[in-house]
Structure formats: structure tokens, C-alpha cells
């Protein structure tokens, strides 16, 4: 795999859970999730240091989404629990270096996974 690919988006009612997964071809600095509604720009929604294990989210999704990894398999999930219509987006995988701006360097970017949470 050259680009990170990802898995499990679809379509769920308000309160549902979906379990996200992104594969990655190699060892990366840090591995995220994006989001992207219709009309609304790009968004981060979580990320992982893979070496330390250190977390971030979004406060949208703060309480609700965990972000995990399995370095074995180069892998980064995104668990997201009590789904609001409002996280209805195109979820795209990040692979690469963030700062601690937020600011990412030598990304590469996954195709995206729908999810869709009606109410």
C-alpha cells in the first residue's frame, strides 16, 4: 500500500457508533483524522503520536471518538461512539509528521470513507 486506506464508514441513526480503520504502508510520525461536510472546509477531528501514544480531538468530538493504533499492522482506528448528524462527513486518514500547531509535513492522505448519521 502507498497511500493509507481507509474502511468502515457508512450509514447509521443519531446515537450509533461506526469503527473506523486506516492502513498505512509504512511506520509514520503521526496518524490522523479528517473530516470534510458538504460546504464546510477540512477539518481535524483526532490524531496520534505513534511513538508516544499521545492523543488529541477535536472538542466537537472530545468524549465520544477514541483514536487508537496498532503499529504491528501500521494501523490507526477511529472508534466513534453517540454519533450526532453534525459528524455526517467524508472521513479521510492522514499519515505523516504534525506539530504541535497542527500544522502537517510529508502527509499523505487516504481516499475517505463516507459517514452518514441520520437522526
Known amino acids: 500500500q502507498v497511500q493509507p486506506v481507509e474502511s468502515g464508514g457508512g450509514s447509521v441513526q443519531a446515537g450509533g457508533s461506526l469503527r473506523l480503520s486506516c492502513a498505512a504502508s509504512?511506520?509514520?510520525?503521526?496518524l490522523g483524522w479528517f473530516r470534510q461536510a458538504p460546504g464546510k472546509e477540512r477539518e481535524g477531528v483526532a490524531h496520534?503520536?505513534?511513538?508516544?501514544?499521545?492523543?488529541g480531538y477535536a472538542d466537537s468530538v472530545k468524549g465520544r471518538f477514541t483514536i487508537s493504533q496498532d503499529n504491528a499492522k501500521n494501523t490507526v482506528y477511529l472508534q466513534m461512539n453517540s454519533l450526532k448528524p453534525e459528524d455526517t462527513a467524508m472521513y479521510y486518514c492522514?499519515?505523516?509528521?504534525?506539530?504541535?500547531?497542527?500544522?502537517?509535513?510529508?502527509?499523505?492522505w487516504g481516499q475517505g470513507t463516507q459517514v452518514t448519521v441520520s437522526s
Open positions: 509504512d511506520i509514520y510520525h503521526t
Open positions: 496520534i503520536y505513534s511513538r508516544s501514544g499521545i492523543t
Open positions: 492522514r499519515v505523516g509528521v504534525r506539530d504541535s500547531g497542527g500544522a502537517w509535513y510529508n502527509s499523505k
